[in-house]
C-alpha cells in the first residue's frame, strides 16, 4: 500500500512518524514537500529577536531516516483526488491513500504597499530577514498588524507586540519608541477570555497600544501610513505584518475547496473524495491554524489508516484539544488550553505565565524534533 502524505509541517510529520512506527516496511509511505527543511513557528521570533542563528532552529527533512518512509523534495504541480495521482517535478506518483498536509500559502503582495513599505514574519525568510532590520532600526512608531483572516497562530501577534517591547527595552530604545498592536479580532485570542485579559493587562503594563477590530487593508509608502479597512489611518516607522492567507493554489485547482479551504468530516478528516483526507491549516475543520491542531488530526487519521490496513476496532474520532504556549516576555510563557468541537463553542483555559511552563515550551520542542527526525535538539 502506498500513501502519499503531501506537506511536512507539524501535521504530515507526524502522520509519517505515526505511521512509520505502526505500519513499517509493510506500507510505502511517501512524504513530499518543496522544502529542505523544517522550523517551528516560535522559533522564527527566536531567529528574528536576536535569540539564536538561523542554522540552530533548521531541521533538515534529509535527516529523515524511518522503516517505510521516504521523503521526496520536490514542487506537486496537480492533484487528483479521484484518481489518487499526484503530478511533480519528479515524476508521478498514485497512491491508495492521500493525506493533504500543505497548509496556507502567504501572500504579502496580496496587500498593498506590505512588500514596498513593510514587514511580513510569517514565512521562514520574512522573520529571518527581519533579524538584520530590528538590528538597524533606531526607533520610532512600530505596528503590528494582520491584514486578512484566518491567519496562522492567532497568538503570534501579540507575542510580537510583546517581544518587540523587551527587545527594544535591551537595546536601550523603548522611550523613543512606541508600539501598536492592530487586530481583525475583539479580543486578542477570543477562545480563551482568561489569556486574553491577561494579554490586556501585559500591553498595559508595557504600554503597547491595542486597536481591537481592525484589519489593515494597505500601506501607503510615501505617507508612511497604514490605512484601515474603514478607511482611518495609522503612521508607523517599522510595520510588521501577517500577510494574506490562502489555499495553496494545487489544491484549490484540484477541486478540493469550499469558500477558500478544503473541507472534512470533523470526526475523522476525510474529504468529499474517498480515501483522501486533510489535516492543518488547509482545512476548514473549525480549529484555529496552529500546528497543535494538525498534529492533533494528523493523529486521528494515522489511526484511521492503520485500522484500514491492519484492521481492528473503530478508532477514537477528532477531540478539537490543543495547546498553544504563549510568550509574555521578560522569560515567561504561558500556556493556552483550548478545545474546539463542531458546534459547539471553544472552551479555552490559561495555565501561567511562568518560567516553569517556558521549561515546558521547550521541552515541547525537543520531543517533536526526536519524535519526527531521531536526534536530539537544545531548543535552539
Not at 494538525?294 to 477528532?318: D, F, L, W
Amino acid at each position: 500500500m502506498r500513501i502519499l502524505v503531501l506537506g511536512a509541517g507539524f501535521g504530515g510529520l507526524e502522520l509519517s512518524t505515526k505511521l512509520s512506527a505502526e505500519l513499517g516496511g509493510d506500507a510505502d509511505i511517501v512524504l513530499i514537500d518543496q522544502s529542505d527543511g523544517f522550523v517551528f513557528g516560535f522559533s522564527k521570533l527566536d531567529v528574528m529577536f536576536g535569540k539564536t542563528l538561523p542554522d540552530a532552529v533548521f531541521h533538515p527533512y534529509g535527516d529523515i531516516d524511518k522503516p517505510g518512509l521516504r521523503f521526496v523534495r520536490t514542487t506537486i504541480r496537480s492533484i487528483d483526488p479521484e484518481a489518487l495521482r499526484v503530478e511533480t517535478d519528479s515524476g508521478v506518483f498514485d497512491a491508495d491513500i492521500m493525506v493533504i498536509a500543505l497548509g496556507a500559502d502567504l501572500d504579502p503582495s496580496a496587500t498593498p504597499g506590505l512588500v514596498e513599505s513593510g514587514h511580513e514574519f510569517y514565512t521562514v525568510p520574512g522573520a529571518f530577514a527581519l533579524r538584520e532590520v530590528l538590528s538597524d532600526f533606531a526607533g520610532g512608531h512600530v505596528v503590528v498588524g494582520v491584514t486578512s483572516t484566518p491567519f496562522k497562530c492567532p497568538p503570534a501577534p501579540s507575542e510580537t507586540a510583546l517581544l518587540m517591547h523587551d527587545y527594544l527595552t535591551r537595546r536601550g530604545i523603548r522611550e523613543d519608541s512606541s508600539i501598536s498592536l492592530v487586530m481583525p479580532l475583539g479580543s486578542p485570542i477570543p477562545p480563551s477570555p482568561a489569556a486574553s485579559e491577561a494579554l490586556l493587562v501585559a500591553f498595559a503594563d508595557r504600554d503597547i497600544a491595542w486597536h481591537p477590530d481592525r484589519l489593515v487593508e494597505s500601506l501607503d509608502p510615501q505617507r508612511k501610513v497604514v490605512v484601515f479597512g474603514d478607511g482611518s489611518e495609522m503612521p508607523y516607522d517599522l510595520f510588521l505584518g501577517v500577510p494574506r492567507h490562502l489555499v495553496p493554489s494545487v489544491v484549490a485547482d484540484a477541486g478540493l475547496t469550499v469558500d477558500g479551504w478544503v473541507p472534512v468530516d470533523p470526526h475523522n478528516l476525510e474529504t468529499a473524495f474517498p480515501n483522501v483526507y486533510a489535516v492543518g491549516d488547509v482545512t476548514s475543520v473549525g480549529t484555529p491554524k496552529a500546528g497543535v491542531f494538525a498534529e492533533g488530526q494528523a493523529s486521528v487519521v494515522a489511526e484511521q489508516i492503520v485500522r484500514r490496513v491492519r484492521g481492528g476496532p473503530e478508532p477514537a474520532t477528532y477531540d478539537g484539544h490543543g495547546i498553544c504556549y504563549l510568550e509574555f516576555g521578560h522569560d515567561l510563557v504561558a500556556r493556552v488550553d483550548v478545545t474546539f468541537l463542531s458546534g459547539q463553542a471553544p472552551v479555552g483555559a490559561l495555565d501561567g505565565p511562568s518560567q516553569a511552563i517556558a521549561a515546558d515550551k521547550i521541552d515541547f520542542g525537543t520531543s517533536r524534533i526526536r519524535r519526527w527526525f531521531d536526534r536530539t535538539w537544545v531548543g535552539g
